[in-house]
Each structure stands twice: as C-alpha cells, then as structure tokens.
C-alpha cells in the first residue's frame, strides 16, 4: 500500500513539478499569444462599427494589452484608433519606428495573422513585448486597415524559483502523509483479512464455532458473511454426516447380525435349516444389498460420474410396469396401486434413472400410506409437458418440512423416527436423477391428508402412431 501510494503521490509531483517549473513559461507566452490573438480577432470584428473607436479601448482594457489601428491608403498609413493600457509598450514608444512598422506591414501581408516577441532594451531590459498584427479590409474599396497590438511578457523566473521551494515543501509533505494514509487503510484492510485468516485455520481443524468479522470495508465485510454462511452449513453437514454414518452402519448392523445369528443357529442347532431361516437370511441379504445399491447410486449421481444416456421410450408401459412389479410383491400385504392416463406417452431420457425415480417414489408411497394402503399414480399432458404424480394417502408433511424431505441426510434422520422400511435415500436419488435431466419436480402435502410427489417430462413424437 504505501509502494502504490509513493507511486502515486511522485507521479503527482511529476506533473505538477513540469507544469510548474519546467514548462510554466512556454505555457504563460503560449496563453498570451492566444489572448493577443482573441483580442486581435475581436479589434478586428469591430472594425465596421460605429463605436469602433469605443470598442478598441473596451477590448484593450479586457485583455489589458495596447492597440494601435492604422488606415493604409496607397503607400502610407495614418494612425486611427489607439489605445494605451501599459506602461511597458513598445507600439507606444520610440522602438515603433517606420521601419518598424513597415515591417510589421510586410509580414502583415504574407500571414493572416503575424506574431513576434521583441525584447525591449535600455531600462526595459528585463522585459518582452510580444506584437500580434492583423490586415483586413475596411469598407473602402482602397484602404484597409492595419490592427497591431502590443502585450507585456513579465518575467516568471521569481516565480518559478518561489513554486521550485514550494514544491520541495510539498513534496515532504505529501510522502509523509503518503505514508500515513499507507499506515492506516492498510491497517484496515489487513486488520479484517489476518482475523478472518485466523478464524478460517480453526475452520480448517473442523472448529465449526468460528466467527468472521469483515470490518468497514463491503468487500471484506461480504466475505466475512459469505464465509459464516459457509460455516454454518459446514458445521450442519458435518452433523448430518455424522448422523447419516450412525444410521447407516445401524442399517448395516442389523441385517449382518441377522445373517450371522441366523447362519450360527443353522449351523449350531440340528433341525434348524428350514425354508423359514433360510428366507430371512435371504430377506436381511436382499435388505442390505438394496441399502449399499441405493449408496453407490447416489454417489455416482451426485458426483457426475453418471450421466443422462438418453433414448426413446414409452413412460407409460414404464410406469405400468414398475406399478405391476410392486403388485406382486406387496400383494400378501394388502396394498393397492391405482394408474391414470389417458394415452401412451414417449419421452427422451434415461429410463435407467426414470425406473428408479418411479420406483422410490411408489416405495416411498408404500411406506407412508393410510390405513386403506392404497397408492394412486396418475399422468397428465399440458402441451409437451407431461407430469407423473404419486399420491399416497398418509398423514402428510408438515409444510416447514417440505424443503428438507428431498435431503439425503435429513431423510436419513427421519427414516429411523418414522420406522418404515426403506434406507431412506430415495428421494435424494430422485433429487438428483431429475437434476441430471433438467426436469422440474415437486411436492404437495397436507397434514393428515397424504402427499403427492410428482415429476414433469417433455412429451416427443410417438414412433408408432407419428403423433
């Protein structure tokens, strides 16, 4: 900071030292030059006036200069109009001889408008008069008119000296202060940024209670915001994680302790290799297959490992048919499955990932179902746009809850409270999988009045038909 400041602040000095000193009279006889020159013009202008001879002195006393307006007839010239506003004049002095003047007539007929600096000699010495004159026409068809006026250049080597000492003053002056302002908005910007570092090192060693404080400055602060919101969720991600782990090894547990008590007694005790046995050893390897396939779907989902293959297929047949699969296999429990649609619809997608959607969608219904056990599965049109919506007739979702549901973790947790069958990662697999497709999704609950989970797919040309 105070490297950028030092930079600055001499780049500053730079320029004020050359418009200042170095260059400050090239650029006072260039300012007058251009004023002599207005004026000039503007003498000039007024020479068709009535009141010219008034408007010589206005414009001599505007630009404090001198003006003397010759009348040129023929060979010769006569003095018209003049004016006297200095006492260094070299027009008004015994240096504006004829030869002069012829001269200055000369160059008057070769430039539009001529220029010269004299210097003035005798008690003069320290002086220069800069001349502008300028020939134009007047309203005889003969004559024209000679404008000359005279300015005083004053000398600016006492001034330049007197700016040289300021500007050695102001130089001190502005690296010290340079290096204070350094000091002290480094100080603030550093001062936020080393306790921010800090805090994110605890952080680091999995210290969730960690507080960032971004100072003054908005950047700082809204990093200091943005790295708390992080924290927050790290540190709720790290209990969900931790939680998830819990109950995923009791699901882990419970079906190897089964099939390990259960093989022992097989093993141990003669007569106890029945159908029975073997069926809940078979049962418990099943329910752990089914938790470590839903775990390695979900990760290879989430991760980007697996994307979308996309073919054309019918999601009616698929929708019939994984409600059929789960027909036989729930039909010694009493439950029901109802489908709705009026027409066969084709879509383009992956029907890997579309039958698992269906598939933890109806289970997910099965599980939380009324007492009557009945799921309904309906599929409407609107347009291209076709939705499946599962409808179970349980006792809802709070609606504060409903944001959550769709969370791997969060459904862990519920999973264990609610005692259900399932591993609990079902809607996160959904989650994920219509992600994959970019397919809008959702849930509608009421508290008592069951749930309704649904997805919406583009509709595409049905091969068979050509609609």
């Not at 109802?338 to 066969?344: G, K, N, P």
């Not at 959607?357 to 076709?386: E, F, P």
Request: proline letters at 2%; a negative charge.
């Amino acid at each position: 900071m105070f490297g950028y400041l030092t930079i600055f602040t001499m780049i500053v000095l730079v320029v004020i030292w050359l418009l200042q000193a170095v260059f400050l009279n090239d650029i006072y006889r260039q300012t007058k030059a251009q004023e002599i020159k207005i004026a000039t013009r503007k003498v000039a202008a007024a020479a068709d006036k009535t009141s010219f001879e008034k408007s010589v002195y206005d414009i001599a006393s505007r630009y404090n200069t001198c003006v003397s307006v010759y009348q040129i007839s023929g060979s010769s010239g006569t003095l018209l109009v003049e004016a006297h506003t200095q006492t260094n004049c070299m027009i008004h002095s015994s240096l504006m001889t004829d030869t002069t003047l012829n001269t200055v007539y000369a160059e008057a007929l070769k430039e539009k408008m001529y220029t010269s600096i004299y210097q003035l000699d005798d008690i003069h010495t320290n002086f220069e008069s800069m001349l502008c004159a300028k020939l134009v026409d007047s309203d005889s068809e003969k004559d024209s008119l000679l404008i000359i006026l005279n300015a005083e250049i004053q000398p600016v080597s006492a001034t330049v000296s007197t700016l040289r000492f300021q500007l050695i003053m102001i130089t001190g002056i502005l690296l010290v202060v340079s290096a204070v302002m350094a000091y002290v908005i480094s100080s603030k910007m550093t001062s936020p940024v080393a306790s921010m570092n800090r805090e994110a090192k605890k952080l680091a060693l999995g210290n969730y209670n960690v507080n960032f404080q971004g100072g003054e400055f908005r950047e700082t602060a809204e990093l200091g915001t943005t790295l708390n919101y992080a924290a927050g969720e790290l540190s709720k991600l790290d209990a969900l994680q931790k939680e998830l782990i819990a109950n995923i090894s009791h699901d882990l547990r419970t079906p190897l302790t089964m099939i390990s008590g259960y093989s022992e007694v097989m093993r141990d005790i003669p007569g106890e290799v029945t159908p029975e046995n073997m069926q809940i050893i078979i049962d418990e390897t099943r329910r752990l297959s089914s938790l470590v396939n839903d775990m390695l779907d979900l990760s290879r989902i989430t991760s980007g490992s697996r994307g979308p293959n996309k073919t054309l297929f019918s999601l009616t047949q698929c929708v019939r048919d994984t409600i059929e699969r789960f027909s036989h296999l729930r039909e010694g429990d009493g439950y029901s499955f109802s489908f709705v649609a009026d027409e066969e619809i084709y879509v383009e997608a992956d029907q890997v990932l579309i039958l698992q959607v269906l598939y933890n969608l109806i289970c997910n219904a099965v599980n939380y179902t009324g007492v009557d056990k009945h799921v309904i599965v309906q599929q409407t049109r609107s347009g291209q746009t076709c939705r499946i919506s599962v409808t179970d007739t349980g006792e809802g979702i709070d609606k504060e809850k409903l944001p959550l549901i769709w969370d791997r973790y969060y459904k862990a947790s519920d999973f264990h409270k609610r005692g259900v069958a399932g591993t609990g990662l079902g809607l996160s697999i959904v989650k994920n999988a219509l992600l994959l497709h970019g397919a809008p999704f959702g849930v509608s609950s009421k508290k008592g009045e069951g749930s309704t989970f649904w997805f919406e797919l583009q509709a595409v040309q049905n091969p068979e038909s050509g609609e």
